[in-house]
C-alpha cells in the first residue's frame, strides 16, 4: 500500500502546483504537448510503422515528458531512454528539446552530468537489448545506440548544462553591478555631505556675523533716524527689515545644505508671502503687481512654496536691478497638480546698465525647480523685458537616486538665447553637473550571454543534423 500512497501523495502534489501556477504557463504546456503528440502520431497513417501499438505508446510518452521536465527533470532525462530506443522517429526528434530544457533545472552541475550519462547508457543498453532480442547484429546496433545517445541526449544535455549554468552567474552579475552602483552613489553622496557641511560652516561664520551686524546697526540707525530725521524713518527700518530677513533666509539656506529637511518655510508662497513680497518691490522704487489665479489657499509640499517664494523674489529682484522703471507683473496660477509662477517685466524707459550679476541666482533656481520635478523658463522677451517662469508639481516626488546632469533651461515655443539675469545680457547658464547615471545591466550581460549563447547553439548543430539525416531516411524509407 505505501507505493500507491506515495502515488496518490504525488498526484495532489501535482494537482496542487497545476493550479497554483500561472494560467499562462498551464496554457503554454498544454499547447506544447499537444503539438507534440499530433507531430509524433499524425505521420503514422502516412508511414505505417512495423509496431503500431509500441510507436503510439512511444508518441504519447514524448508527449508526457513535456511538462514533466517541469517537475521532475532529471526523472524526465532518464525517461527519454525507451524513446531513443524505440522505433518512434517523430518521437525521437523530440527527445533532444526536452533534454535541453530538463537538464537546465538539474541541479547541482554533477547531479545534471550523471542523471545524462545515466541516460545515454541506459539508451545504449536498451538499444543492445532490443537489438538481442530480434536477433540482429549486435555490434552494429551498439554503433546505432551510442551515436543516438550522443546526439539526442549528451550534446543537447551539454548545451543546456553550458545555458543552465548561465543563468546564476547572469543574476550574480546583476546583483554586483547593482551593488558596485549603489556603493558608488553612497560614496558620492557622503562627500557631497561632507562639502555641504563644509560650505554651510563657512556660511554662517562668515555671513552670519556680518548680516547681524548689519542688523544690529541697522537697528540702532531707525532708532536715530526717528528721533532726528523723521522723513527717513521708513527707508531705515526696511533696511533694518531687510536685515532680518536675510538673516532668516540664510539659515534656511544653511538647513538646505545640511539635509535638514525640518526647514521652517512659514508661510512662504502663499498669497500673503507673493503680496509682501511685491509690496517690499513696490517700497524699493519698481511698479509691481500680483494676479492670484487660484480659487482658495494654495495646498501645495511646503517644498513647492519654498521653490515659487524664491522664483518670485528672485524675479522681482532682477527686475529691480535690472529694468528699474519697468512694470513688474508676478502672475501664480494653481491648475490642481501643478502650480505656474510668472514675473514678466516690460522693457525699461531708459537705457540701463548690463549688470555685474554672475547669474547664480537663476543657476541656483534652475537647480531647485528640477529636483522638484518642475521646469524653468526664463530669457528676454520678443517684445522687450524679460520673463522667468516656473512650472512646478503641486507635491512633487522625492529626488532621483542617480541625478543626471542637467541641461540648458528650456525657453519657452520657439528658440531662444541663452538665459540671463534682468533685463541685462551675459553669458550662458550652464548646467549643474551631478553623479553618472549607472550603465545598465544589460550592456555588462548580453556580451556574455551571446558568447554562451553561440557555443551552445554550435554544440546542437551535429543533434540538429542528425535529426534531419533521420527524418528524410524516415521519409524515404
Not at 174 to 202: D, G, K, P, V, W
Not at 227 to 247: C, D, K, N, V, Y
Not at 436 to 455: D, I, K, M, Q
Request: charged share 20%; net charge positive; with cysteine.
Amino acid at each position: 500500500m505505501r507505493p500507491w500512497r506515495r502515488i496518490r501523495r504525488e498526484a495532489a502534489a501535482n494537482r496542487d502546483a497545476v493550479r497554483a501556477a500561472p494560467r499562462r504557463t498551464v496554457v503554454i504546456e498544454s499547447v506544447l504537448a499537444g503539438l507534440v503528440l499530433l507531430g509524433t502520431l499524425a505521420p503514422l497513417p502516412l508511414i505505417p510503422p512495423a509496431h503500431p501499438v509500441t510507436t503510439i505508446l512511444l508518441g504519447v510518452w514524448a508527449a508526457l515528458l513535456v511538462p514533466a521536465r517541469r517537475v521532475y527533470p532529471a526523472l524526465t532525462v532518464m525517461g527519454c531512454v525507451p524513446v531513443v530506443a524505440g522505433d518512434n522517429v517523430w518521437a525521437t526528434v523530440v527527445v533532444p528539446c526536452v533534454v535541453w530544457s530538463a537538464v537546465r533545472r538539474v541541479t547541482p552541475a554533477r547531479r545534471a552530468w550523471g542523471v545524462a550519462g545515466a541516460s545515454g547508457a541506459g539508451a545504449v543498453l536498451v538499444s543492445i537489448a532490443a537489438a538481442s532480442v530480434g536477433g540482429l547484429p549486435k555490434m552494429s546496433y551498439l554503433a546505432a545506440g551510442a551515436g543516438a545517445s550522443a546526439l539526442f541526449i549528451l550534446l543537447p544535455a551539454l548545451s543546456g548544462l553550458m545555458l543552465g549554468r548561465r543563468r546564476p552567474l547572469t543574476g550574480l552579475l546583476r546583483e554586483r553591478n547593482a551593488y558596485l552602483e549603489q556603493a558608488r552613489f553612497l560614496t558620492e553622496e557622503t562627500a557631497r555631505m561632507e562639502e555641504r557641511a563644509r560650505i554651510a560652516a563657512e556660511m554662517h561664520d562668515l555671513l552670519g556675523h556680518r548680516i547681524g551686524l548689519i542688523s544690529v546697526h541697522a537697528g540702532a540707525l531707525q532708532l536715530a533716524v526717528e528721533r532726528q530725521a523723521p522723513p527717513l524713518a521708513a527707508r531705515a527700518e526696511f533696511l533694518h527689515t531687510t536685515a532680518g530677513t536675510a538673516m532668516e533666509e540664510l539659515r534656511g539656506i544653511l538647513g538646505v545644505l545640511r539635509h535638514q529637511t525640518g526647514e521652517e518655510t512659514g508661510e512662504r508662497g502663499t498669497r500673503e508671502d507673493l503680496s509682501a513680497l511685491v509690496a517690499d518691490s513696490r517700497n524699493a522704487g519698481a511698479d509691481a503687481e500680483l494676479h492670484w489665479n487660484a480659487t482658495g489657499a494654495m495646498d501645495a509640499d511646503a517644498r513647492t512654496r519654498q521653490a515659487v517664494h524664491r522664483v518670485t523674489r528672485e524675479g522681482l529682484a532682477n527686475a529691480l536691478k535690472h529694468a528699474s522703471g519697468a512694470p513688474v507683473r508676478v502672475t501664480f496660477h494653481d491648475e490642481g497638480d501643478t502650480v505656474v509662477v510668472a514675473v514678466v517685466n516690460d522693457a525699461p524707459p531708459g537705457p540701463c546698465s548690463r549688470g555685474d550679476g554672475n547669474r547664480s541666482g537663476l543657476v541656483g533656481l534652475q537647480e531647485r525647480v528640477r529636483l522638484l520635478g518642475g521646469v524653468l523658463d526664463a530669457g528676454p522677451r520678443p517684445e522687450g523685458g524679460f520673463a522667468l517662469s516656473a512650472r512646478i508639481p503641486a507635491m512633487p516626488d522625492m529626488p532621483p537616486v542617480y541625478a543626471t546632469s542637467a541641461g540648458s533651461v528650456s525657453g519657452g515655443a520657439g528658440s531662444r538665447p541663452p538665459l540671463s539675469g534682468g533685463a541685462g545680457s551675459g553669458p550662458p547658464l550652464s548646467g549643474g553637473a551631478g553623479s553618472r547615471p549607472p550603465l545598465s545591466t544589460e550592456v555588462l550581460t548580453w556580451p556574455r550571454l551571446l558568447g554562451g549563447g553561440c557555443a551552445a547553439m554550435l554544440v546542437l548543430l551535429p543533434t540538429v543534423g542528425g535529426s534531419l539525416v533521420l527524418l528524410i531516411m524516415a521519409v524515404l524509407h
